[in-house]
């Protein structure tokens, strides 16, 4: 059973994960910390890309062995029927790892684990999260409740593929796209139409109409949510942007962090493959 989604950006950002974990364990290698991987989009294990079976960064996560494994790897993924197979591959291929499945809604899953570290017992714990949905499924609130905990997240934005998507040029967006839009950044509309949007125009009847979308969206939303980032975490890597075959943003791809150390790593993971 093979989850299907991505084009070769599915790969580079698997490798962009693999390189990060992989130097986020040897600096925690000899460090007292409790260490925890979480996924919160985990997949089957596998995905089916270009009519080509590659693994998904849960696999691939839980093969690093040197400089160490992680204490725990807690995987969670909505789809039952993924979550099965996911299960039955890591019992198959690393019987000695600790981990848990979760078919379960991320969001949910989220909060529980900030529940988790705010335990007085687990301020010796630190997370590696990698938060990687296809669409606008992350709610702002859910990110909010991270604020202070010792967790770095990696975190797959769909500013081309959602976000712009909703802000229509003409300014009429729905009452369910503005309620979308509102959980997802975490705004009210009033904030979102005064970034997104001209001032709203009178027409020839003194009637009030929307202004018009202003130039350059993504890359307005691009500096939006790395902004709203960094009302929670201290530190925001450069995006990793992922573009469809005629060049249009599609994702943002951020790591978000507490830790100096976490954020140069990442933006030197990520700079040979941005831009």
Request: hydrophobic content about 40%.
């Amino acid at each position: 059973m093979n989850n299907n989604f991505g084009g070769d950006w599915t790969s580079q950002k698997i490798e962009i994960v693999t390189s990060y974990t992989q130097a986020y364990l040897t600096v925690m290698k000899n460090q007292p910390f409790n260490l925890i991987y979480f996924d919160g989009f985990a997949g089957s294990g596998d995905i089916e890309q270009d009519e080509n079976i590659i693994q998904g960064a849960a696999l691939r996560v839980l093969a690093i062995d040197d400089p160490k494994p992680f204490d725990l790897y807690y995987f969670v993924e909505l789809v039952k029927k993924y979550a099965d197979n996911l299960k039955a591959q890591i019992k198959l291929k690393f019987p000695e790892r600790k981990f848990v499945v979760r078919s379960e809604d991320c969001n949910v899953k989220i909060k529980d684990m900030a529940a988790y570290l705010r335990k007085p017992e687990q301020n010796m714990t630190k997370v590696l999260a990698f938060i990687d949905p296809k669409g606008m499924q992350v709610k702002w609130e859910s990110l909010e409740i991270l604020r202070g905990l010792g967790v770095d997240m990696w975190i797959l934005v769909p500013l081309g593929m959602g976000v712009t998507r909703l802000l229509k040029k003409d300014g009429n967006i729905s009452d369910a796209w503005v309620s979308k839009l509102q959980v997802f950044l975490g705004m009210q509309e009033s904030e979102i139409r005064n970034y997104f949007y001209a001032d709203e125009l009178i027409n020839l009847f003194g009637e009030a109409v929307a202004g018009q979308r202003l130039d350059n969206a993504i890359v307005r939303a691009a500096k939006l949510y790395q902004e709203r980032l960094n009302t929670i975490f201290k530190f925001v890597s450069q995006p990793f942007v992922m573009r469809n075959s005629k060049n249009s943003p599609m994702y943002h791809f951020y790591l978000a962090t507490n830790n100096t150390t976490a954020l140069k790593i990442a933006n030197s993971v990520i700079k040979p493959k941005y831009q």
